[in-house]
């Protein structure tokens, strides 16, 4: 950080959670859908807008001298530079903090970018993360051979609800436990609370990806999870139309137990140079320290910025996800269930159904159903996949989930193309098999292009 930092820096503004925007928003008095529409979000700020406006502004007044330096030392809290805060930006931000139950949230503009900074913003400067290998693709890709290359390394796990292999792999240098709730594509679910208990008696985070069942279905704050991210390009968006992501801070770990010394150092970015005033994010921020760092280091540096045009398509997203979600959910077990009596078809990987060997799991965590992606294998080989995918007429062939149109894919050569072997058939991730994303389409007509595109296969 320069010596001469400017207002445009944004500096102190930057890192408030008393955002104006919303300060007089309906929060966690009202039940979910009231705050998937409200949350956020108070229009009499915004000259009586009935839905969030859209501000493509870079930069905002000063006002005055006086102003700006009340503004850049954070006496007072308001916007400067879109790079790291934006009215419409902040609207979502605090939305989304509402659904998950945080103390704060900061929307990114993808979900790798989240996925990368909550991991790196925990293990950075020679942390370790402890995995299982059944994730998204990138992610895995990111911590087996991108991660190392600054330091950060990643003890995998064959199974993250056998907590004796977990705690195994805790060591000195471990900062967090990293997991889908419901793993893409398996559709495998993490035991969160007895993991969130192991890594709280290290002293180590619990950090899930909960991109697949969407806050809707399930909240891990509720079970003990520290931070939370999401691609919100996924269901929260819900139209297949705006890339972007988002970390949620439950604001309940103590980040100054001797693990994470980047919380607890002095930085000047935060600190008060001309009057001699230091400051770590751990004495500034309290329990908001990683939330607070994730938007003034990552973002502002790295500045993998959410655009205001997406956050306001996925504010639009939202008001409809409890409805989308709950009849894509009804689809996408329905179709679980015909698919496991169709020819040629091996396996069905969806935790949804009623037998599955996770059902107790479900019953506790996820109520309401288990998402809607679901994957089978076929019999025969890649060529009988590829049949499929060439064969389906109404789903779209294309590498996405959380969409209101159907959706198919091969994982193996497309979504997790770049995860080792070893790792990619552990995960159950074969040539054989394909991944569904479910939408909002007439069962009937899924089901009959599912059956033709299979039995056209063979
Ligand atoms: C899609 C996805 C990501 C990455 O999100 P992008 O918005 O495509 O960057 C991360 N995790 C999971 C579980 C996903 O499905």
Known sequence: MSQNRTPEDGCREDVREDAQAGADAPGSEFGFATRSIHSGYDPSANHDSASAPIYPSVAYALRSAKHADALASGEVSGFSYSRVANPTVDALEQRIAQLEGGIGAVTVGSGMA?????????????????SPTDLYGASVDAMDSFFPQFGVHTDFVDDINDLAEVESKIGPDTRAIFAETVANPSTEITDLKPLADLAHRHGIALIVDNTVPTPYLLRPIEFGADIVVHSTTKGISGHGNALGGVIVD?????????RFPHLTRKELVISDERNGVWHSFAEAFGNAAFIRRIRTKYVRTFGAVLSPFN???QMVGLETLPQRVRQEVATAKLIAQHLRGVDHIVRVNYSGLDDDPQHELVAQYLPQGVGTVLSFEVEGDESHVNRIVDGV???S???????SRSLIVNPARITHREVPERYRLAAGVNDNLLRLSIGLENPADLIADLDQAIAGAY
């Open 114 to 130: 989240a996925v990368s900074f909550a991991l790196l913003c925990a293990a950075e400067g020679g942390g370790r993360i402890i």
């Open 250 to 258: 439950a604001g309940n770990f103590d980040w100054t137990n001797g």
């Open 311 to 313: 956050a306001y398509l």
């Open 393 to 395: 007429k109404l789903f």
């Open 397 to 403: 062939y294309v590498p996405n989930i959380g969409d």
